[in-house]
């Protein structure tokens, strides 16, 4: 039986034991003259809780882990007939093996053609033990629940501790999947801190990836200091907010103090549209418009602009996260209490007075929460850099040179043929958990910052 | 007794709500006036429009006259931030700014640019928190922040607050609903010495509080003023009935 044969079959005896488990119970009770401790529907809940579940989970284990044990087995195997062959031969002998099972592919090697049979011989039999421990486990624990379904068994505590703890592990999984993900960068980025000294990572001004293949190639010395990339990045980071901060502020200050209603019902899903353009949008925008214009503009004044210019870039990413500031400090602004604002009003304050001598200074902190976090979107920001910004790596603080940052060469990096053991592109991953940590600093500060906000009028 | 204010055929509506129909009431100077009546029956709201604060509610119109000595403060031509500037306002709920307690008491008299010599606002903060009898209190920490304070002292700070402005009228809106008995007696007794030199409308809830601290009362029901007069005659014998009633606590 199959994977989902055997989940349907599972389904339809949970649905037979929440019916038998009722009934039960409602039966015993009116032989016993006794009422039960829970609501019926709780008995059912429980047997099918212990029906399905733990079945259901020793199916899903099976599912993602006999083939890899399988085949660890059988890579064992091969290992020892196969002494004289060199190990990374192994697992090519292992696929061909797996090949010959499935029958795509013949071979003359006997050898490998018995070990094929057995290979075969050995699934079958593990899936045929599979559907039977599934069976015999539901049906072992369908009984037990079925015997527990009795009047004086208080069966919602333990139905209620079952969601629970449901509930416990969807929320670990995100954190595990963070974790995972974090462990995995991590894992990598050590292997490239073997090559290459992490010191040099952090502190070198020189950013070359192109390594040479051959010893006779020139030009290819292979520097990994990352620092212009990451000035790169916060270079465009920087005038992402410059233009975004106080349009979005000012926006979101209209919009909550001045704005008629009717204005506001019109721009608020407005901006969000904004927010809901891909980001692929903008990157055309900002390599077809955004950046000839402001190269045509520097040279109408005699400057020379770069046509993958940080500005361009720069200035669209801003764009890109004027609604995501507006909104949140909206939501700061309005958490400020409307007494605050009648108290200001009261005292002879101009609605002005009122906005820059109450309200901003009391939603500072929440302000400074959502800046925070709009730098660290900017700054992790990947498809509008990647089409408007250019690879070459230059130390550059002028907005109309070309830079480059630290997605750009990340998707450089791991785009197109790559070998996953050359410090070219493990360097990727060094880059990514450097990334991380930014990012994840600036989110922690951006919470504390509003969490301080929230306390002071709880 | 000469009028401080005066309210005529004031009606208020929020949208298409009528929420005080045709309110007529004089207001003495020197004295205190408890507006008085069920939830909703459009005392606070009557309130708000003596300081024009209803203009702030979106939906809310205001029609008829209301004189502040002898100029209508709904006159087209009137700013409303200066009425508000003449007169005080306290809240239902202690709201000190989170500045200091200093800054808080000074923010009337910057804005309204009453003086521009330190010197002097230092004179009027500490004037003002005289007026409210916690100076010895909170000498020593005028730069604390005002709202590390319990909540009897912050209702008091908003008091203070509103006398740095050296306001005419002073408004409140039912200041003690939020404090424990203790802190209500000091607002209380603090009232009756404040009495003496400004004009004060309080809207409470305590039928207690009216009839020990005001001189008129006013009875609100249903958006409509019912009886107004002397506190002991609408407590003692009042005209209406409904008045009786709710003073006897038969309904409300």
Same mark, same amino acid.
């Given at each position: 039986m199959d994977f989902s044969t055997l989940t349907l079959l599972l389904i339809a005896l949970s649905g037979l034991m929440y019916v038998l488990c009722c009934n039960r119970v409602r039966r015993t009770a009116q032989t016993l003259q006794q009422r039960p401790k829970s609501l019926l529907r709780y008995y059912g809940q429980n047997a099918v809780i212990w029906t399905f579940i733990p079945a259901f989970c020793f199916l899903l284990l099976f599912a993602f882990f006999h083939s890899i044990l399988l085949e660890q087995y059988y890579l064992h195997i091969i290992a020892d007939v196969?002494? *004289?062959?060199?190990?990374?031969q192994h697992r090519l002998l292992l696929a061909q093996m797996k090949n010959i099972a499935a029958g795509i592919l013949s071979s003359e090697d006997v050898q490998l053609q018995n070990l094929a049979q057995d290979f075969a011989a050995s699934e079958t039999l593990v899936y045929r033990a599979r559907t039977w421990l599934v069976v015999l486990l539901a049906l072992g624990l369908a009984g037990f629940a079925y015997r527990k379904a /009795?009047?004086?068994?208080? /069966?919602r505590e333990s139905v209620e501790k079952t969601l629970q703890r449901s509930f416990l592990i969807a929320a670990s999984l995100a954190i595990f999947t963070t974790i995972a993900i974090v462990a995995s960068l991590l894992f990598e980025a050590v292997r490239f801190f073997y090559a290459y000294p992490i010191f040099d990572f952090l502190t070198g001004l020189h950013w070359s990836p192109n390594i040479a293949?051959?010893? *006779?190639? /020139?030009?290819?010395?292979?520097?990994?200091?990352?620092v212009p990339i990451l000035a790169g990045t916060l270079l465009i980071a920087l005038i992402a907010m410059s233009l975004a901060v106080p349009i979005g502020l000012c926006s979101a200050i209209y919009m909550s103090e001045f704005a008629h209603p009717r204005f506001r019902n019109f721009c608020k899903p407005t901006l969000e549209i904004l927010a809901g353009i891909p980001t692929v949008v903008y990157g055309f925008f900002a390599a077809l418009t955004a950046a000839p214009f402001f190269r045509k503009i520097g040279l109408s004044l005699g400057l020379e602009v770069s046509s993958e210019s940080a500005l361009a870039a720069g200035a669209v990413m801003g764009i890109m996260i004027i609604p995501f500031i507006s909104s949140l400090s909206d939501d700061v602004i309005r958490a400020v209490p409307r007494s605050l604002r009648d108290a200001a009003l009261g005292l002879g304050a101009t609605r002005a007075e009122m906005v820059t001598k109450v309200l901003l200074p009391a939603a500072f902190p929440g302000l400074v929460g959502a800046f925070l976090l709009a730098v660290s979107r900017a700054i992790g920001e990947t498809m509008i850099v990647v089409m408007a910004v250019g690879t070459a790596a230059n130390l550059t603080f002028n907005p109309l040179e070309s830079v480059t940052t630290v997605t750009v060469q990340i998707v450089g990096l791991l785009t197109g043929d790559t070998v996953f053991d050359s410090p070219k592109t493990l360097s990727a991953f060094a880059l990514g958990i450097t990334l991380f940590v930014i990012t994840l600093g600036l989110n922690i500060a951006a919470l504390a910052l509003s969490r301080r906000i929230a306390e002071r009028y709880e | 007794m000469q009028n401080k204010m005066t309210a005529r055929n004031v009606e208020v509506h929020y949208g298409d709500k009528? @929420?005080?129909?045709g309110i007529n009431l004089d207001i003495p100077q020197h004295q205190i006036l408890a507006l008085i009546g069920a939830?909703?029956?459009g005392k606070s709201t009557f309130l708000r429009c003596l300081n024009r604060m209803? +203009?702030? $509610? =979106?939906?809310c119109r205001v029609s008829g006259e209301i004189f502040l000595d002898d100029e209508?403060?709904? @006159? #087209?031509? $009137? +700013?409303p931030v200066l009425v508000r500037a003449r007169i005080g306002m306290v809240f239902q709920k202690p709201n #000190?700014? #989170?500045?200091s307690i200093f800054d808080n008491i000074a923010f009337g008299p910057r804005i309204n640019r009453i003086t521009e010599s330190e010197a002097e606002l230092r004179d009027i903060v500490h004037y003002a928190l005289e007026r409210v009898g916690m100076m010895d209190e909170v000498k020593d920490r005028?730069?604390? =922040? @005002?709202?590390?304070?319990?909540g009897g002292q912050q209702q008091r700070i908003c008091i203070a607050r509103a006398l740095a402005i050296a306001p005419e009228v002073l408004l409140m +809106?039912? #200041?003690?609903? @939020?404090?424990d008995p203790i802190a209500t007696t000091r607002i209380e007794e603090l009232l009756e010495v404040l009495s003496s030199d400004y004009t004060i409308v309080i809207v409470t809830h305590s039928m207690h509080q009216a009839a020990r601290i005001s001189q008129r009362s006013a009875f609100f029901h249903l958006g409509e003023l019912i009886e107004v007069g002397a506190t002991d005659k609408i407590f003692?014998?009042?005209? +209406?009935q409904r008045t009786e009633n709710y003073i006897t606590g038969r309904f409300g």
């Open positions: 196969y002494a *004289d062959s060199p190990e990374n /009795v009047p004086h068994f208080r /069966v293949l051959h010893a *006779d190639q /020139v030009g290819s010395s292979g520097a990994f200091g990352m | 009528m @929420a005080l129909d939830s909703g029956c209803n +203009d702030e $509610i =979106s939906g209508n403060i709904y @006159a #087209p031509k $009137i +700013d #000190p700014f #989170p500045k005028l730069q604390e =922040s @005002a709202t590390g304070l319990s +809106d039912e #200041p003690c609903s @939020a404090l003692t014998k009042p005209d +209406d």
